[in-house]
């Protein structure tokens, strides 16, 4: 037995294996990493589940068989013989021509023949021991063979580049960290595992690399596509006659008031202007459409091709992160979730670029053993889908799957129930039946192995219930180290002969939860993922999904790296895809679609500076989640076609981030160094290919084809201490760094303040859906859908996020669109009375009516024309469904005359009395719901407030024309 106190201070990760409470823990085995070397550590990360938290001390938890089947995987090095001494790699060190171990530098660094050779290749032959160069007689001491083919690499100075690396030997403490920003520098070295060019050699060799980087230029990755010019001028010019008109209508109409009922006058004019201004805001940033496409080959061509620099023709992409997020297994499966994560597991990426995080914000034992289970079948889903070229690679999708295996049948009661039993049964023969009953059995949620589960428990105790449970992470796939692909044999249930078999990386997370800290729902375990991987992965790119939208188009993330990759790319803070969803009733009765929103509004904001960020389906870049600003150059010519105003404006030549801001950002970023360090990488690794010596924020070619570094368990220790509740405390995450807090639409508001920096953002609507989710689809839940998300504009109106307040970066015309979407619930207001208006005439003087009604048909007469006539020119571009868009237009009286104005009245509850607003979970259907009873969901009516508005609009009206009958 170790005691706690035996490891403590030796190391901030130890694994134990004494867990209190846990009677005759016998799996569990003792391991103090001081003891190993350093290589050896990431063997035992998949192994662990790491928990900890504020005052939870860190842990790994190990057991037997892992070791065993690790040390047994093929490539993987026994314990014989020494490895090689470069961080993250655990090859055997390179032998000579006895088979003997050799050294080629005096200082005795142990390196394996990869390693050398890599130092050897990329051109700077520093020793990387006592830092000294090698000598160049290296094919002496290199066994490799293939080392001769790349000897033009290595005699070639133009080739020459520095590899740096950063010494982790260093003790990763958290203090005295003086920050030095050279994220948009250019003479930087970049950490491990990736290369920099050396700029400004005095022999102009550098000239000479571009020369060489242009012939693999092949043009453009991303294309702008403009819509029709006539369909796009009609469109314009109608919008223009409209306004005109409705100017002319309004001024006469002041003029002109009605004596008779001066107050029915009064009432419609305030409500037609209102209308009026409305409708400008919504049709102003309509009139920049644009459509994009992206060449897939020409990325192929830039990215993965064999040229100098990249003698193997490696993947020279950048990383990307992916996060899901689920939080409560009633209303979301697990079996959801699973299918998510197999999906992304699948899509076609680098695996050794691509990490898939799973935040379980219920820390569910359930959620713990679906994504083990995913991990699992993954070794068989991911090869078999590339293999036959699956679409979508959603296993449920693919096989049209009819019933969840985990309903009813929860792994984790059945062995609760076993091992409350034996525990019982051990009593019962130490002391007699009748005691038993007043025992005090721990109704501890049992794992597999016979452990606590540390999150929460089936039956809730004290830091074991939702909301109050230790940190865990578990790494389910570990990353892939070689840099090889190794390719699966016919030996599997499948041939996976010449098939990749190995996998991303696939980490659980469950972030701490205390009562007495708040955890500010998706936005705050985003940023939970998004220092935890900063620390396990940092990839320069993000993809943010909710548990119910999954891979259905598996080159989607390819797509969404191009606009990151192609020139100007640096200045892009996400690629936002559309929501599509499934398992709509094909009439789509509630306009569960949201065409006009997804297919005209938000494709007309990517003509201006960009779609909003709608909280899925999403790719970041990881700086501009940092809250930095986006790189300015001068020099851009082309890329800004898109700009209304933003031509002049761009000219000056600011380096991000402002100096001030530098000094303090170990105190806003928290006090994790490994963290704050990461920074630089990600920018660095984010920036598009340089295509000309002049221009900043693009890297060299090849930069990122060496393998990334292996996680090994301090990693992991260190970001368990940055998913602790107190790690935000005194540090601006959720306030400018990360999902922004505070808000219950906090995907609106973290886009909004990117665009305010003047970062732009890009919509793309794939051929074949990037993604799909699903919705709800019957009425109530529908309207509390559009109730949940209405109640958010109104707040950001009355918040400092408020696009009036929006700094003069942004552009005008997004800034309107912001505006449309902030003030769009208050219609509802004059829709109502302006819809209550007629009865009340009808009820009150006929006469009224009359002159009323004249000029109101009038109105309403050209409004209708006009806006049926710019419809059917935004169908046309847009290529949206008649019929859906006409059930937008419906399902806008029914949302606009209740939902909206109860989101008013809650809004204005919450600025005025304090009073907070929450929103539950929206509940996802599962497949049992989709497949056996269609769309009976569809009808099914539950009472909600919400509905009293429209239906006394019905009655009055009824009434009014009744009087009137009768
Ligand atoms: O405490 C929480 C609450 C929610 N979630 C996750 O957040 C996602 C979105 O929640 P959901 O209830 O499905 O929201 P929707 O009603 O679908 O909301 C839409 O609008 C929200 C606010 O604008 C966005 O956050 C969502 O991404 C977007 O899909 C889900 O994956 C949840 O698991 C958490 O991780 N932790
Ligand atoms: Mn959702």
Redesign the pocket.
């Known amino acids: 037995m170790a005691s706690d106190s035996e490891s403590e201070g030796t190391s901030n990760y130890h694994a134990s294996a004494d867990l209190p409470g846990i009677p005759e823990n016998k799996h569990l085995k003792i391991l103090l990493d001081t003891t190993i070397p350093d290589s050896f550590k990431d063997r035992y990360v998949v192994g662990s589940l790491f928990t900890g938290g504020h005052d939870f001390k860190t842990r790994a938890y190990l057991k037997d068989k892992v070791i065993d089947s690790e040390m047994g995987h093929n490539h993987i090095a026994g314990p014989e013989g020494s490895l090689c001494w470069v961080p993250g790699c655990d090859e055997k060190v390179m032998s000579d021509d006895q088979g003997g171990e050799c050294v080629p530098c005096q200082c005795d660094f142990k390196i394996c023949s990869d390693c050398f050779r890599d130092a050897m290749v990329t051109g700077d032959r520093l020793r990387l021991g006592c830092k000294e160069p090698y000598e160049v007689h290296h094919e002496a001491v290199v066994a490799h063979d293939d080392l001769q083919e790349e000897d033009h690499v290595v005699g070639n100075p133009k080739l020459e580049r520095r590899l740096s690396l950063i010494d982790s030997t260093e003790p990763k403490s958290m203090k005295n960290q003086t920050f030095d920003l050279t994220l948009f520098k250019t003479k930087v070295n970049y950490g491990y595992g990736n290369a920099m060019r050396t700029k400004n050699n005095s022999d102009g060799e550098a000239g000479g690399d571009f020369e060489l980087l242009k012939s693999i230029q092949s043009g453009p990755i991303t294309r702008k596509l403009n819509i029709s010019a006539t369909i796009l001028s009609s469109y314009r010019l109608l919008v223009i006659v409209r306004t005109c008109f409705l100017a002319l209508f309004l001024a006469w109409r002041i003029i002109n008031p009605n004596e008779d009922a001066i107050w029915l006058w009064g009432v419609s004019v305030v409500c037609e202007i209102w209308f009026t201004f409305s409708c400008l805001l919504d049709q102003l940033p309509k009139l920049f459409p644009i459509n994009r496409s992206v060449n897939l080959d020409a990325l192929k061509e830039k990215f993965e091709t064999l040229n100098p620099s990249n003698p193997e023709g490696k993947s020279d992409l950048p990383g990307i992160d992916v996060f899901v997020?689920?939080?409560?297994t009633e209303k979301?499966p697990a079996l959801l979730t699973s299918n998510t994560i197999l999906s992304i597991l699948a899509a076609d990426y680098p695996v050794e670029k691509l990490s898939c995080y799973v935040?379980d914000?219920g820390g569910s034992l359930l959620v713990f053993e679906a994504v083990a289970e995913a991990a699992n079948f993954a070794n068989l889903w991911v090869p078999f889908c590339q293999k036959h070229d699956v679409e979508p690679r959603n296993p449920e999708t693919c096989f049209n799957q009819k019933r969840d295996p985990y309903k009813n049948k929860r792994r984790s009661s059945a062995f609760n129930a076993q091992e409350v039993m034996k525990v019982v049964r051990q009593w019962r023969e130490i002391i007699g039946d009748e005691s038993v009953k007043t025992l005090n059995i721990p109704k501890a949620t049992w794992m597999a192995d016979g452990s606590h589960w540390p999150g929460t428990w089936n039956v809730p105790a004290p830091r074991h219930s939702k909301g109050d449970h230790a940190s865990v992470i578990r790494v389910m796939l570990r990353p892939g180290s070689d840099d090889e692909p190794i390719k699966g044999g016919d030996s599997n249930s499948i041939d996976l002969t010449d098939v990749e078999i190995n996998l991303p990386m696939l980490v659980y997370i469950s972030r701490e939860k205390q009562p007495s800290h708040d955890?500010n729902?998706?936005a705050?375990?985003m940023n939970a993922l998004l220092r935890a991987s900063a620390i396990m992965s940092n990839a320069p790119f993000i993809i943010n999904l909710?548990?119910?939208h999954y891979v259905y188009n598996s080159q989607a993330f390819k797509e969404g790296i191009s606009f990151m990759m192609d020139r100007g790319g640096d200045r892009i803070c996400y690629v936002q895809f559309p929501?599509r969803f499934e398992g709509i009733d094909p009439s789509d009765r509630y306009a569960n679609h949201n065409t006009v929103f997804f297919d005209v509004n938000m494709r007309a904001l990517d003509g201006i500076q960009g779609p909003m960020y709608?909280?899925?389906g999403c790719l970041f870049r990881r700086t501009a989640l940092y809250g930095f600003d986006p790189p300015r150059l001068k020099e851009r010519t082309g890329c800004c076609s898109c700009c209304f105003f933003g031509h002049l404006k761009n000219t000056a030549t600011k380096v991000a981030p402002k100096q001030d801001q530098l000094l303090h950002i170990p105190k806003k970023f928290g006090n994790s160094s490994t963290l704050i360090d990461s920074i630089q990488l990600a920018a660095f690794q984010g920036w598009p290919l340089a295509y000309h010596p002049s221009v900043k924020n693009e890297r060299p070619v090849g930069a990122l084809i060496t393998p990334r570094e292996l996680l090994d368990g301090s990693t992991v220790a260190e970001a368990i201490s940055v998913i602790s509740c107190s790690y935000e405390d005194k540090t601006e995450w959720g306030q400018r760094i990360g999902w922004i807090y505070g808000s219950?639409?906090?995907?609106?508001i973290t886009g909004y303040r990117m665009h305010n920096r003047e970062w732009k953002s890009v919509y793309h609507v794939t051929k074949r859906d990037a993604f799909r989710g699903t919705a709800p689809i019957n009425l109530t839940d529908r309207l509390h859908?559009v109730l949940?998300?209405a109640t958010?504009s109104v707040e950001i109106l009355f918040s400092r996020n408020n696009a009036l307040f929006a700094s003069p970066r942004m552009k005008l015309l997004e800034r309107i669109a912001y505006l449309n979407i902030e003030i769009y619930p208050f219609t509802s207001i004059f829709l109502i009375v302006y819809c209550l208006l007629p009865a009340l005439c009808l009820l009150f003087d006929q006469f009224i009516v009359q002159s009323f009604s004249i000029t109101s048909f009038i109105y309403l007469l050209v409004i209708t024309l006009t806006t049926c006539l710019l419809t059917i020119l935004e169908i046309k571009w847009s290529g949206i469904d008649m019929e859906q868009r006409w059930r937008n237009e419906q399902f806008w009286l029914i949302g606009g005359t209740s939902s909206h104005f109860v989101a008013v009245f809650l809004g204005l509850l919450k600025v005025i009395a304090g009073i907070d607003i929450s929103?539950?979970?929206?509940s996802?259907p599962t497949s049992d719901d989709a497949a056996v009873n269609k769309f009976t969901d569809l009808y099914i009516i539950k009472w909600t407030s919400v509905m009293i508005l429209p239906i006394t609009i019905i009655l009055t009206n009824l009434v009014g024309i009744a009087t009137v009958v009768f």
Do not use: M, R
Not at 325 to 328: E, G, L
Not at 744 to 748: A, R
């Open positions: 997020s689920t939080a409560d979301e935040s914000d955890h729902k998706k705050g375990a909710d548990c119910d929501q709608i909280g899925t219950i639409t906090e995907d609106v859908l949940h998300w958010g929103f539950n979970l929206t996802k």
